[in-house]
């Protein structure tokens, strides 16, 4: 049945793709102006600041493409359908390329705020532990020429490594960090300003349009190579 899917799932993807280009552009432009132009210098940090509209979306993308992979993984078990093996290839690498935005953004903003571009500090190394993650499932599905047992390595991978995810989220409150606890742990009362939290959910908005471009366009592209090796055997 699965492969039954391809013709149709990328018939409909080439559809949406345009649409998604547009508003992701659109939407980072707003988000953008907003962060640069309409919203306020912090009154401790500066304009210094204002690379948080970059790196929070980011860091929050990282942590919800690696549950989405986590989620995949977890499905095929259950199902043992291939198509939740492609969900999960297709998110690996964008998830990684936020994971490396977070890391460098945080470390810009860190060297003025901390006065040092690195720290092993709890938030800070469970993130770079999970940028490790996305490598190492992306390179199982490479090295491993048998893909049979290469989707279960992977898929116990991406599952296991799912545990990092609370860590990273709770790492501030459980142990004693440089890095800041949530601003927005409650939206009914952030810490946040609105001048600062506005321009921060437009850009988070306009991550997330970016995320579903990228996904489509990766789904996309494992959809064909399905239909070639098929094609091909």
């Known amino acids: ?3 039954k899917l391809p013709n149709t799932l990328i018939d409909t993807l080439r559809n949406w793709l345009p649409v998604f280009y547009s508003t992701t552009l659109v939407t980072f432009s707003i988000g953008l102006y907003y962060a640069i132009y309409n ?15 970059v790196h929070v979306p980011a860091a929050w993308l990282s942590l919800g493409s ?18 939740f093996n492609l969900f999960a290839k297709s998110i690996a690498p964008i998830g990684a390329v936020f994971t490396i935005i977070a890391l460098v953004t945080g470390s810009i903003w860190g060297k003025p705020t ?8 709890a938030r800070l190394t469970s993130m ?4 490790f993650l996305y490598i190492a499932y992306m390179m199982t599905w490479q090295v491993i020429v048998n893909k049979e047992l290469a989707a279960k390595i992977s898929a116990a991978l991406g599952t ?8 990273i989220k709770f790492s501030v409150d459980w142990w004693n960090t440089l890095h800041q606890p949530a ?9 946040i300003h609105i001048s600062m939290l506005t321009p921060l959910m437009l850009m988070t908005i306009a991550y997330l349009f970016l995320l579903i ?3 489509l366009i990766r789904y996309k592209t494992e959809l064909v190579e399905v239909k070639i090796s098929r094609i091909k055997h």
Do not use: H
């Open 39 to 53: 919203s306020p210098p912090d009154y401790i940090q500066g304009d210094s600041m204002r690379i948080m509209y």
């Open 1 to 3: 049945m699965f492969y």
């Open 213 to 215: 471009t990228l996904f």
């Open 183 to 191: 601003t927005i742990s409650k939206l009914s009362a952030p810490s």
């Open 114 to 121: 901390w006065g040092t571009w690195w720290a092993w500090d």
């Open 160 to 167: 296991i490594g799912f545990i990092n995810i609370p860590i």
């Open 66 to 83: 690696y549950s989405i992979l986590a989620i995949s993984c977890i499905a095929w078990f259950v199902f043992r359908n291939p198509i």
């Open 128 to 131: 770079l532990i999970l940028f």
